[in-house]
């Protein structure tokens, strides 16, 4: 029998049975228990044939280039703006990713962060547990049903929350670079447009410089103050100082936040608002989608080393 190929994995997958049947199935080697890590890929990185990764932790140029023998990247996630385009297709490297199996669990978490800022759920469990309700009433909150939902990044998490949205009796609008052929959804020409229209602005928009800080203090006015922002995007398309003044001003009214710039340090300023809900980027994190994700970055491996291509690959990686 041939030896199985030599994986460098830089962080374990979070259910420990993923890495187990990754270890069984792979020649693994743990960077991320390196204590030395620039001298081990300096010593071994020619080793090594395949990269685990994911979405968080990512590979930038100088790992890619620490390993000349490269072929295949199997990332833990649907983002990829942590993965070094640049370096990767210099070296011809196919990349693959876990897309659509995490659609409904992130769809669920931005509804959850939705309908918690408009209802104050984890303020009223705050308001409860302070013993404040023998003291007067709680707060009126803002009614969810029937409201306009604007997505900015109608891909498939999108339109899966759109989908949910149905169920709430809302109006979907859109922003995309361009209108989704065959969308059921109004589609507006601007982020700020959408922004104008919306109660909810819902961010499913992917990282990187693109959409660095597109959600910038001139679309989150034009969300104003009856308007509640929810992210379970990536932290950098929202430029979070602008937020946080949008918030302590009252300028908008609320935001539900799964994703912040520098995770995990959300601004200080954040913590200290009531009309804020924080989640610890944890939308994909339920025991089915994280078992689903990470039996794709097996099979993505698999089917690379059988086929020459994963099975689910990033777009530049599809291209080559
Ligand atoms: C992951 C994510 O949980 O899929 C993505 O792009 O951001 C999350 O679903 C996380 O990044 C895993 O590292």
């Known amino acids: 029998m041939s030896r199985p190929p030599r994986l460098l994995q830089n962080g374990a997958m979070p259910l420990a049975a993923l890495n187990q049947e990754l270890a069984a199935r792979f020649d693994i080697h743990r960077l991320d228990q390196e204590p030395d890590r620039a001298a081990f890929l300096a010593a071994q ?18 790992l890619v280039r620490a390993l000349p023998k490269l072929q295949v990247v199997s990332s833990f996630g649907v983002g990829y703006d942590a ?20 659609n409904d669990c992130v769809a669920d978490l931005a509804f959850a962060l939705l309908l918690d800022v408009s209802r104050g759920v984890s303020a009223a469990d705050r308001f409860v547990r302070r013993g404040d309700w023998e003291k007067g009433r709680f707060g009126l909150q803002t009614r969810v049903s029937g409201k306009r939902l604007g997505i900015f990044g109608m891909g498939r998490i999108g339109s899966t929350i759109a989908r949910r949205a149905s169920g709430f009796d809302m109006e979907v609008g859109y922003h995309n670079r361009r209108p989704v052929e065959g969308s059921p959804h109004q589609y507006m020409d601007s982020l700020r447009a959408l922004a104008e229209w919306a109660d909810y602005l819902v961010v499913v928009a992917a990282g990187g410089a693109g959409t660095r800080h597109l959600v910038n203090a001139e679309v989150l006015d034009a969300l104003g103050p009856q308007g509640f922002l929810v992210n379970v995007a990536r932290g950098s398309v929202v430029d979070e100082a602008a937020l946080v003044q949008a918030l302590q001003q009252n300028r908008i009214a609320g935001a539900g936040l799964d994703v912040f710039e520098d995770e995990p340090r959300p601004l200080p300023a954040l913590l200290a608002l009531d009309n804020v809900v924080l989640a610890p980027h944890m939308a994909s ?15 993505n491996l698999e089917t690379f080393f059988a086929t020459g291509r994963p099975k689910a690959e990033v777009p530049w990686s599809a291209a080559l």
Do not use: N, W
């Not at 020619?46 to 100088?62: N, P, R």
């Not at 640049?86 to 659509?100: F, I, N, S």
């Not at 025991?287 to 794709?296: C, I, K, V």
């Open 45 to 62: 990185g020619a080793e090594f044939c395949g990269l685990v990764t994911s979405a968080g932790i990512g590979a930038d140029a100088a």
């Open 83 to 102: 993965l070094d385009e640049a370096a990767l297709v210099a070296q011809k490297v196919r990349v693959g990713y876990t897309p659509d199996v995490l």
């Open 285 to 299: 994190g339920t025991h089915e989608t994280r078992r689903a994700m990470g039996d794709l970055v097996l099979e």
